[in-house]
């Protein structure tokens, strides 16, 4: 992990309570989660952790690009052109 990234924090906050969770379910500390089943006492402690977070996700990227005026009409070869071009570039 790069610690110039502005997200060092979280990236390195959901590593250690990942290996936290696998080591508590290891010793049996707590159960395996399943798929898609979240009781009651889950909630609580994910409420419970989302208040203690110090670090946060990233925010989605968001990206503006100026596209050029080409289609894909364009950029289409005909495959004689293509058969052409590379009888051209063995010579």
Excluded: C, W
Aim: hydrophobic residues 40%; aromatic residues 8%; without cysteine.
């Amino acid at each position: 992990m790069n610690e110039e990234d502005p997200y060092h924090n979280y990236y390195k906050y959901m590593v250690e309570k990942i290996r936290e969770d696998a080591e508590d379910v290891a010793k049996g500390l707590k159960p395996a989660p399943t798929a898609g089943h979240v009781d009651n006492e889950g909630m609580e402690a994910v409420k419970k952790m989302a208040d203690e977070v110090t670090a946060f996700e990233p925010r989605e990227l968001e990206f503006k690009v100026d596209l050029p005026g080409v289609t894909a009409q364009d950029l289409y070869v005909p495959p004689a052109v293509r058969r052409l071009l590379v009888v051209l570039s063995l010579d």
